[in-house]
């Protein structure tokens, strides 16, 4: 290929060649810390399935994971590796969801769980469980719906012929506050005992959890993983200023759509599962962004931090405390709360404000 027909490659970006015609850029930083983010998830993982109220050798633990013979399959093949998996599922869901809805939004404030996408998913989920819907294998669905009629209504009070940031993440912090009464009002109208697993189930919690859990957000995630892989492409256009991406061909309006619908899915499911475990889909995608200095919001660095998140603040709630055992979402918000102020104060959502 001669030097006039050569494509340009951007700095930091490495050309990786597929087959004879087949090519696609890569970024060399992203790159190193996804597969950096993947020894840690290991590791984490490992040192979640060793620890507990009895240790746990990693060799036993990689016997029990291979389906070897192994005096601790009660321990960890019952007890903790369930529930790691959906701690896992649900961690790569709510990262997903934040760098959707962040990248939409050019807002770093708008997380599903800001914006009243979790909220009018918990709503929905504990009015169910009011009404005696308590299996955990029905919840993520009806979540889901909850999540979604949350993002429609804020999508059509937020467009003014076109979405304005700014817009769009005041005025769904006020669907979530009105959301929140909501939910409140059917604990005060339910029977006592569902009330108080509702309560408990809206700190975002992994107690009890198992595969019975795992498998509707896992067929989800399975699922939409061709949508995801589209996503990550048209992030990039989406970066784009609306004039340049127009000029390019691209339907901003259906992208958006797109990406808002894909992030509030996946954000509604995580909560059905596990409760609105808060500020995971702040955190991963800011946290990602810094660490690979890339144009976008990347989704797999993301998707591996909210797992990160999510598995180590559930170790922590089970060992800090023990024998008593705290929800997952009172560790993550003791950390994403003062991230959130600290955002605030930098007045970064002040700054990005602008139509998206």
């Known amino acids: 290929m001669s030097a006039t027909t050569a494509p340009v490659r951007p700095a930091g970006y490495s050309l990786v060649r597929v087959g004879t015609r087949g090519r696609f850029l890569l970024h060399r930083r992203a790159t190193v810390v996804a597969a950096s983010l993947v020894v840690l998830l290991a590791v984490v993982c490992v040192a ?15 016997n029990v994971i291979l389906g070897r013979p192994s005096p601790d399959e009660l321990v960890v093949g019952t007890l903790r590796l369930p529930r790691m998996v959906v701690g896992l599922l649900v961690g790569l869901a709510f990262g997903i969801a934040g760098a959707l809805i962040q990248t939409v939004a050019r807002n770093p404030l708008a997380s599903p769980d800001i914006i009243g996408i979790s909220q009018g998913a918990s709503a929905l989920t504990v009015g169910a469980m009011t009404f005696g819907i308590t299996s955990y294998t029905v919840l993520p669905y009806l979540s889901v719906i909850g999540g979604v009629a949350a993002a429609a209504l804020v999508y059509a009070f937020a467009w003014r012929g076109g979405l304005h940031a700014t817009r769009f993440v005041l005025i769904g ?17 339910g029977d006592y005992l569902v009330a108080q697993q509702a309560q408990i189930w809206m700190t975002g919690s992994l107690n009890g959890r198992g595969y019975d859990e795992a498998a509707p957000i896992g067929w989800t995630l399975l699922i939409l993983l ?14 784009m200023d609306d004039d340049t991406a127009t000029a390019l061909g691209v339907r901003l309006g259906r992208v958006r759509l797109g990406l808002v619908a894909l992030g509030v899915i996946l954000a509604s499911v995580a909560t059905g599962t596990a409760g609105p475990v ?23 660095c993301s ?45 970064h959502g002040g700054r990005s404000g602008g139509n998206a």
């Open 173 to 189: 912090i006020g669907f979530a506050i009105a959301l929140r009464s909501v939910t409140t009002l059917f604990l005060t109208k």
């Open 48 to 62: 979640y399935l060793c620890v507990g109220e009895s240790f746990v050798a990693p060799s036993e633990v990689l």
């Open 226 to 239: 061709p949508a995801v892989l589209w996503a990550a492409r048209a992030q990039r256009s989406v970066s």
């Open 303 to 347: 998707a591996l931090l909210g797992a990160v998140i999510v598995v180590f603040a559930d170790l922590l709630a089970r060992r800090l405390f023990s024998p008593t055992e705290l929800p997952v979402g009172v560790l993550t918000a003791a950390v994403g709360a003062p991230y959130l102020i600290w955002l605030i104060i930098r007045g």
């Open 278 to 300: 808060d500020f995971v889909a702040l955190l991963a995608p800011q946290i990602a962004r810094r660490m690979t200095r890339t144009a976008q919001i990347p989704l797999l």
